[in-house]
């Protein structure tokens, strides 16, 4: 629950510093609706953690087998659902790609360096050795960090995204291309009406007979087909 209170402070705190940063290349009404559904998946998320953990102190507290199994089997659905949406929040962070494609990979950033280093100051090591102990608690930032920076490096490169840009300054990402898109429209199927009579590139219907052809002669005589 901790994490979870710290994750609802931190997140709008970095976005917020992030908006001073872009405040000369917009404003904040131009992001204001994916803000907002941001900080309501955010909200959403901490409070489906807080629910799972008061069903289980409801649980361990009750003495009514009734209200254990009933509580019992709400945890356990609550639960799967919060573990599927932290899965499926993971990789846009709570939405915040919507706002910006770069603040993903910065708030996983500064989240997985929060987490380490009170360790690091504390001397928090879990148990293990000065070398193991830090190489297990920089671990996770050092490689959090290494993937991060190649993905803002891959969207400032292929897109021209960039962190301190205020997101109405970038161009449009283009859309996924189609298999089996012509050469000459990377993203646009052929236009056209696909169920029409198909012509010819004379104009002329294929399957009419050809004007130069002659007609074809009957292979016997109509009267003597064996013969005199």
């Not at 939405?95 to 993903?104: E, I, K, S, Y």
């Not at 859309?175 to 696909?194: D, R």
Request: a positive charge; proline letters at 13%.
């Amino acid at each position: 629950m901790t994490a979870s209170v710290v994750l609802l402070f931190l997140t709008p705190l970095t976005v917020g510093v992030m908006l001073w940063v872009w405040r000369r290349g917009g404003t904040v009404r131009q992001v204001r609706r994916p803000l907002l559904s941001s900080l309501a998946l955010l909200v959403l998320f901490v409070g489906c953690v807080a629910a799972v953990l008061l069903l289980v102190r409801t649980v361990n507290a009750s003495a009514s087998m009734a209200g254990i199994i009933g509580f019992g089997m709400t945890m356990l659905w609550l639960l799967v659902f919060t573990a599927s949406g932290a899965v499926r929040v993971s990789g846009n962070f709570f939405g915040t790609a919507a706002v910006h494609r770069c603040l993903p990979p910065l708030l996983a950033m500064v989240t997985s360096w929060l987490v380490a280093v009170p360790d690091l100051v504390t001397g928090d090591l879990h148990g293990l050795g000065l070398t193991l102990g830090i190489v297990f608690i920089l671990g996770a930032p050092v490689t959090v960090t290494a993937i991060a920076l190649l993905e803002m490096r891959r969207l400032k490169r292929r897109y021209g995204i960039r962190l301190n840009a205020h997101p109405a300054t970038h161009p449009p990402v283009p859309g996924p291309v189609p298999p089996m898109a012509p050469a000459g429209s990377p993203h646009l199927p052929p236009q056209g009406n696909p169920y029409g009579h198909p012509h010819a590139p004379t104009g002329q219907h294929p399957y009419a007979p050809h004007p130069q052809a002659p007609h074809p002669r009957p292979p016997y005589h109509p009267q003597q087909p064996y013969g005199g």
